[in-house]
């Protein structure tokens, strides 16, 4: 039957992303959000919007009863469920079917069985796909995975059953080790996902991830739509995505492509998904998991083969026969997106919430912007900090990159902390240029990301001061400069946490800094400005300067104490008052923006007072263990 109106069972820029394609199907769309979202940007552009409940997932995008209620009462043909939340919950899909809704997205035995680890591997190695050697029987015992980690040989990899994004994922590599780190995997996919089973493989130590997008029907029909490369990633969460995946030889993805067609007819497959590979050195490849939804890197697939997946998803939900053949599928160019994180880099990468204050995302005819927030929006600790997905079609795969750094060079986003500097680091590197980034290299710090302060950045802020429409409004906002006839411009900043002040004069055609270094702004230089944050750009990469701001509050922090990041929930208490601890020691471990960190001890000490327990709630900057 001809679906007319669809709910979209999520938030952010993926419910943005089906509204796109709804409208161009002239599909009307529902929207349905929780109160921390009720003036986001899916909720405006939705044809109807309903309030779900408040931030607590379980009351709002993870409550079935009452979307389907939403969905019954605004006359719904369909739900979509996006990714992530519900996409993969055949509980959900079977709810929908009994309440006359189709749901666009696998079938529920597809669903149920591909969503445990364990399971998808017994199919797949039944259907002759290749998998990683591991252990993924049901037996969960300590003792029985401490025996099988110890005959698959360490390296092991620990991975949640019901997992994704990273969260229930540990490396051991002494078996020493396994126990707590099986403890903290249990625990982060208990929280996560409300299953804390666990499954164990091999750990390869130059892993590769590769993955291919499908798509099914409901009459036999299955295609793919090539393969991307996903293997540029920080703590399992993939960071740039790009398709076709570079460096593969001609057999080794012929093999692959057919093993992903092969593995999806084993499950009775309808709708898009992706086959996830791990790959060696030696070019073996290996079935990993499969994503029984749209991916958040589908966009790449998308521009190099012209195909719109979600309306293709549509069109199955439909019961309609693909709208092509294999033989009529073909990949032109590259593709490349990058995720952008509202994350501060400084501070372990750690989630950075707060206002948008200014948010400028450049589009060009060959790229686009996949975002579900806008300037004077903000980025809350109770959902996943992406702010948007840049991604950039060209020729090859070295036009895209130049492309994908010109756009990230001329972006900015003011207010919070972000990862867009650390995106244009990796674009810049010789390991990206020659593909030889694997899924742990940002994680053992493999690429050198080191960025000095080149004397042209200050040249180049100060053009951008003296040059600017508005000088008056820079003074002020430079709480302090004074330009005084000719005297030299003294300008003073913070880059990586160390404070510099600098002299700037104009001398023979060129800036001359500090007496000694002369430089002139060439074309490609940028500069970024809003209150007391600047951003530069230079020689393709970006160099984020803080301002004295004398107005804003100190927030004083020393090593006496153990502070609270960020907003979140007390996971577990190490230590008690009393107790002698060692500089490095974990000493409390935190749950905040679906993360478990560990709080460490930045001196050798003795604790003077602990000020929380298991399962409290803490403020940012709250004082969690006092030292002696």
């Known amino acids: ?369 996949d975002s579900g927030v806008r300037t004077s929006d903000s980025v809350t600790i109770h959902y996943d900090p992406m702010i948007a997905k840049l991604v950039v079609w060209a020729k090859n795969r070295q036009k895209c990159i130049r492309e994908m750094q010109n756009i990230l060079n001329q972006s900015a986003i003011f207010g919070v902390k972000t990862n867009m500097a650390f995106l244009s680091q990796i674009l810049a590197s010789k390991a990206f240029a020659k593909h030889n980034i694997y899924t742990n290299s940002l994680d053992n710090n493999e690429l050198d990301l080191s960025q000095p302060l080149p004397a042209a950045v200050t040249a180049i802020f100060a053009h951008h001061l003296l040059h600017n429409d508005h000088p008056q409004q820079a003074w002020h906002h430079a709480n302090g400069w004074r330009l005084q006839g000719e005297q030299p411009l003294a300008i003073q900043f913070e880059y990586q946490g160390e404070k510099y002040t600098h002299l700037v004069s104009w001398e023979a055609g060129e800036y001359l800094i500090d007496g000694k270094d002369h430089y002139l702004p060439q074309a490609g230089d940028l500069c970024h400005i809003h209150r007391n944050q600047v951003q530069v750009i230079h020689n393709n990469l970006r160099y984020e300067l803080i301002l004295p701001d004398y107005e804003a509050k100190a927030s004083a922090s020393n090593a006496n104490a153990i502070l609270a990041p960020m907003p979140g929930k007390i996971i577990e208490v190490k230590v008690a008052e009393g107790d002698a601890v060692e500089q490095g020691e974990t000493l409390v471990v935190m749950e905040a923006m679906k993360m478990e960190l560990e709080l460490k001890a930045e001196r050798d000490a003795v604790i003077k007072s602990v000020y929380f327990k298991q399962a409290d709630q803490v403020k940012a900057d709250a004082v969690l263990v006092e030292l002696e």
Request: glycine letters at 6%; charged letters at 25%; aromatic letters at 6%.
């Open 1 to 369: 039957m001809p679906i007319s109106k669809i709910l979209i069972a999520n938030r952010g820029e993926i419910a943005v992303r089906i509204i796109q394609t709804c409208r161009q199907l002239n599909i009307k769309t529902v929207a349905v959000f929780a109160d921390a979202d009720r003036f986001a940007k899916h909720v405006q552009m939705a044809d109807e919007a309903y309030h779900l409940g408040s931030t607590d997932l379980a009351d709002s995008y993870l409550n079935i009863e009452k979307i389907i209620k939403v969905a019954k009462d605004s006359g719904v043909d369909a739900v979509h469920p996006g990714y992530g939340f519900l996409s993969e919950r055949a509980s959900f899909a079977e709810a929908l079917d009994k309440a006359g809704i189709t749901f666009i997205g696998a079938p529920a035995e597809a669903l149920r069985l591909m969503g445990s680890k364990s399971a998808a591997k017994q199919t797949m190695l039944q259907a002759d796909v290749p998998c990683v050697p591991g252990y993924q029987d049901d037996n969960q015992s300590v003792e029985t995975l401490q025996k099988a980690a110890d005959e698959i040989g360490f390296p092991v990899l620990i991975k949640a059953v019901a997992g994704g994004g990273g969260k229930g994922m540990k490396i051991v590599e002494k078996a020493e080790q396994f126990i707590s780190q099986l403890e903290s995997a249990k625990r982060e996919a208990m929280n996560a996902f409300g299953d804390d089973q666990v499954i164990l493989e091999k750990y390869i130590t130059k892993p590769k991830h590769i993955e291919v997008q499908i798509c099914a029907d409901k009459h036999g029909n299955v295609i793919h739509l090539f393969e991307r490369d996903c293997s540029t990633q920080r703590r399992y969460q993939k960071v740039i995505e790009e398709a076709p995946a570079a460096g593969l030889s001609d057999a080794t993805r012929t093999d692959m492509l057919n093993a992903a067609i092969k593995a999806t007819q084993a499950i009775d497959y309808a709708g898009a998904g992706t086959i996830e590979f791990i790959m060696d050195g030696d070019d073996s490849f290996y079935f990993m998991e499969m994503n029984t939804r749209l991916q958040v890197e589908h966009r790449v697939s998308e521009l190099i083969t012209g195909v719109d997946l979600v309306e293709w998803q549509i069109r199955v939900a439909e019961g309609e026969k693909l709208p092509l053949k294999q033989t009529k599928i073909h990949d032109k160019g590259h593709a490349i997106q990058v995720r952008l994180y509202a994350e501060d880099p400084q501070n372990n990468y750690l989630p950075s919430t707060g206002l948008l204050e200014r948010v400028k995302l450049m589009q060009t005819k060959h790229s686009l912007v």
